[in-house]
């Protein structure tokens, strides 16, 4: 997209398909950067859910703030907990069968958090957790449901924005949006407060 003369350079600091894509609802101009940063050490540390979405997010837009002087970028990071327990993404079709067997009949949490960081170095943090009620499932409707969506890059191993919306009985979340990822009412008024304007 073109930038408007009078709005500051925008990076979303991700390579996910899902946030750019719900980024570009907002029809702002954005480029998007892989931040680069290893999230293992944050994940050793531990925490709970929303700590550790919250730091990756964190880190996330600070890596690509740190490259771009000037610039308004977003992080984000989600975390998928069953009962404190962090489910991360799956990576095989395998893994994500068995993550949805452990979350079969049960409720569980999906933590999606967002920092932007605006021209001046200013961070604005916005978390969402929403609960997920997804319904009994049997093994072969699972395997089923994973060779059909493929989401072994989601956390908690369901796309809700795909096929992922036929294995729930109900969802509880101020924003749906931020289920896929980036959670547009929020992300719409914090890019407001950086001076941007949405519309």
């Known amino acids: 997209m073109q930038l408007l003369a009078n709005q ?23 480029e998007c950067e892989a931040p680069g940063v290893d999230e293992g050490p944050v994940q050793r540390a531990g925490g709970t859910p929303i700590e550790i979405a919250e730091k990756l997010a964190l880190l996330k837009a600070k890596a690509v703030a740190a490259r771009h002087s000037g610039a308004i970028v977003i992080g984000g990071d989600q975390v998928a907990a069953l009962g404190g327990t962090i489910l991360g993404k799956p990576g095989s079709a395998e893994r994500a069968s068995e993550q949805l067997l452990l979350l079969q009949g049960r409720t569980h949490e999906l933590v999606t958090a967002i920092v932007v960081i605006d021209q001046a170095g200013l961070v604005r943090t916005y978390t969402e957790v929403a609960r997920l009620t997804m319904r009994p499932l049997g093994r072969e409707e699972i395997n089923r449901y994973v060779a059909a969506d493929n989401p072994i890059d989601c956390a908690g191993s369901y796309k809700l924005e795909s ?12 924003d749906h949006t931020a ?11 914090l890019l407001r407060e950086c001076g941007l304007q949405v519309p």
């Open 8 to 30: 500051p350079q925008l990076i979303l600091a991700s390579t996910s398909p899902y946030r750019r894509e719900l980024l570009a609802r907002l029809r702002v101009s954005f």
């Open 163 to 174: 096929l992922g919306i036929a294995l729930f009985d109900q969802i509880a979340a101020v």
């Open 179 to 189: 289920i896929v990822g980036l959670p547009l009412l929020a992300t719409a008024r």
